[in-house]
């Protein structure tokens, strides 16, 4: 085992540091498990690479004021969190950091100002996810998150960012699932949570993903467990548009945006923010960021079921959404017929990491963009703005917005679409920074705003 001074944190939370030789010599670096910036400790190496080591933390000799006792007790086996023994604060703290290194490093800039980092609720705040099924033979069934770089189920009973009714379920699905007369063909339970008919009250509704058509007993037994517990059950035999309501036969899932009067219905299976309280400070800060005007036209570019789209037809004269996938898309028009805006949005399927300058220019003119992409980025995106940008046609820069928000969940392919916007010089980082909208765990969330610097 080796003695060491923890330098700083990375971003899966692991301490990084650089143990010195005989001669005082910094070593390769070793990112060690669950050890903090400033702290002396004592570590044990289980992977050797020759530029790095992964190693396990043994012992703390001295510890950081920003560590705390995490709540959970599955914290270092769960795959789910890797920041429960760092402060909230400092958890915000160092994911803007991050934000900021991507920004120097790969991207070659920094924004001429940093927004104030956003934190929310830090416990019961996650209303969509994933829950995989493991059938130990002979012994028990698992619910629960994988294991941390395992292909293992957590052998979980509660879980505190989870709602409290969600948590506790836990152990009763574990019994409901063995009850079934093949548990082994239910692989996984998706989750997610909605506001109902009434203002203020939350429908619960759990996705059973089944491998065979499960038996009438197992069907009875579903029931039962809906009734008992007021929640309402889909089953899935297939992809994600195979997933039916089961029991009740009728589920009606929204969240609202109560700045704009936005009221979104959604599926269990649509892909929405898995923090409802977060997303309305997102969709707030980024409808101001953008600066939309009465007669501006908005592009939304990975609009998804329209969560910044109809938002923004609120203040702009037009908005118009444009999503990769065909389902999510007619669930956006839905959600604009929904709440009266259909004459003021119009949405388009375009795969947005195949555009070019015509595909941008085939939009029409716009002068504000929203990007939120996926964790890939907007390469493509990014690529052809540059290109019209360097065009000696002043018909090409026309199509160029003078405002673009960029929403990103990754801060690597952020760093990397802002140099390619920079590049040419036709844009300024004018501002970015962070929200906390995964507390406890490595994903960041963050906003960047570009700005034209002439056109």
């Given at each position: 085992?080796?003695?060491?001074?923890?330098?700083?944190?990375?971003l899966?939370?692991q301490?990084v540091a650089r143990?010195?030789?005989?001669?005082?010599v910094?070593?390769?670096?070793?990112?060690?498990q669950d050890?903090?910036?400033g702290e002396?400790?004592?570590y044990?190496s289980?992977k050797i690479k020759s530029?790095?080591?992964?190693?396990?933390l043994e012992?703390i000799?001295k510890?950081?004021p920003s560590?705390?006792?995490?709540r959970?007790?599955?914290f270092?086996?769960?795959?789910g969190c890797?920041?429960?023994?760092?402060?909230?604060r400092?958890?915000?703290?160092?994911k803007q950091r991050?934000?900021e290194?991507n920004?120097r490093?790969?991207?070659?800039?920094?924004?001429?100002f940093?927004?104030?980092p956003?934190?929310g609720?830090?416990?019961?705040?996650?209303?969509r996810g994933?829950l995989?099924?493991f059938?130990i033979?002979k012994?028990r069934?698992?619910?629960?998150?994988?294991?941390?770089?395992a292909?293992?189920?957590?052998d979980?009973?509660?879980?505190?960012?989870?709602p409290k009714?969600?948590?506790?379920?836990?152990p009763y699905?574990?019994?409901?699932?063995?009850?079934?007369?093949?548990p082994?063909?239910?692989?996984?339970i998706e989750?997610a949570l909605?506001?109902g008919?009434?203002m203020?009250?939350?429908?619960?509704?759990?996705?059973l993903?089944?491998l065979?058509?499960p038996?009438?007993?197992?069907q009875?037994?579903?029931?039962?467990?809906?009734?008992?517990h007021?929640?309402?059950i889909?089953?899935?035999?297939?992809?994600?548009?195979?997933?039916k309501?089961f029991?009740p036969?009728?589920?009606q899932?929204?969240?609202r945006l109560?700045?704009f009067?936005i009221?979104?219905?959604?599926?269990p299976?649509?892909?929405?923010?898995v923090n409802?309280?977060?997303n309305?400070?997102?969709?707030?800060?980024?409808?101001?960021?953008l600066?939309?005007n009465?007669?501006?036209?908005?592009?939304?570019l990975?609009?998804?079921i329209?969560?910044?789209?109809?938002?923004?037809?609120?203040?702009a004269r037009?908005v118009?959404?444009i999503?990769?996938?065909?389902?999510?898309?007619?669930?956006?028009?839905?959600?604009?017929?929904?709440?009266?805006l259909?004459?003021k949005v119009?949405?388009a399927?375009?795969?947005?990491?195949?555009?070019s300058p015509?595909t941008?220019?085939?939009?029409?003119?716009?002068?504000?963009?929203l990007?939120?992409?996926?964790r890939?980025?907007?390469?493509?995106?990014a690529?052809a703005i540059?290109?019209l940008?360097?065009s000696s046609?002043?018909e090409?820069?026309?199509y160029?917005p003078?405002?673009?928000?960029?929403?990103?969940?990754?801060?690597a392919?952020?760093?990397r679409d802002?140099?390619i916007?920079?590049?040419?010089?036709a844009?300024r980082?004018?501002?970015a920074g962070?929200?906390?909208?995964?507390?406890h765990?490595s994903?960041i969330?963050?906003v960047?705003v570009?700005?034209?610097t002439?056109?």
């Open positions: 085992m080796t003695r060491v001074i923890v330098e700083s944190l990375n899966e939370a301490g143990p010195l030789d005989e001669n005082g910094p070593g390769k670096v070793v990112f060690i050890a903090l910036p002396d400790v004592e044990q289980y530029k790095f080591e992964l190693a396990k012992a000799y510890s950081s560590r705390i006792s995490p959970c007790p599955s270092g086996e769960c795959g890797s920041m429960q023994h760092l402060d909230p400092a958890q915000l703290s160092m991050v934000l290194d920004l490093y790969l991207g070659r800039t920094k924004p001429e940093l927004l104030r956003v934190a609720p830090s416990w019961e705040y996650r209303y994933r995989s099924i059938k033979p012994v069934v698992l619910v629960g998150f994988h294991q941390k770089k292909n293992r189920i957590t979980m009973l509660e879980c505190p960012i989870l009714k969600i948590s506790d379920l836990l699905w574990r019994e409901l699932i063995q009850s079934f007369s093949s082994e063909s239910w692989p996984q989750f909605g506001e008919e009434l203020g009250s939350l429908s619960y509704v759990f996705v993903r089944h065979s058509r038996s009438q007993k197992d009875e037994l579903i029931k039962q467990f809906a009734q008992e007021q929640i309402h889909w089953l899935q035999a297939g992809d994600l548009e195979s997933a309501p029991y036969e009728q589920t899932l929204c969240y109560p700045d009067d009221e979104m219905p959604f599926k299976t649509d892909f929405t923010q409802h309280q977060m309305q400070v997102l969709v707030r800060k980024a409808v101001n960021l600066q939309v009465p007669s501006d036209r908005v592009l939304d990975f609009c998804g329209g969560n910044f789209t109809l938002p923004l037809a609120r203040h037009e118009f959404g999503e990769g996938s065909e389902a999510l898309t007619i669930r956006a028009q839905a959600n604009a017929d929904h709440n009266h259909e004459n119009q949405f399927c375009a795969n947005l990491f195949e555009v015509d941008i220019k085939s939009w029409g003119r716009a002068s504000k963009w990007i939120d992409p996926p890939d980025g907007a390469m493509a995106l690529t540059a290109q940008a360097s046609n002043q090409d820069q026309a160029l003078q405002r673009i928000v960029y929403v990103s969940c990754n801060p392919t952020l760093a802002v140099g916007l920079l590049g040419q010089g844009y980082l004018q501002s962070v929200m906390n909208m995964f507390p765990t994903h969330e963050s960047a570009f700005e034209r002439h056109g």
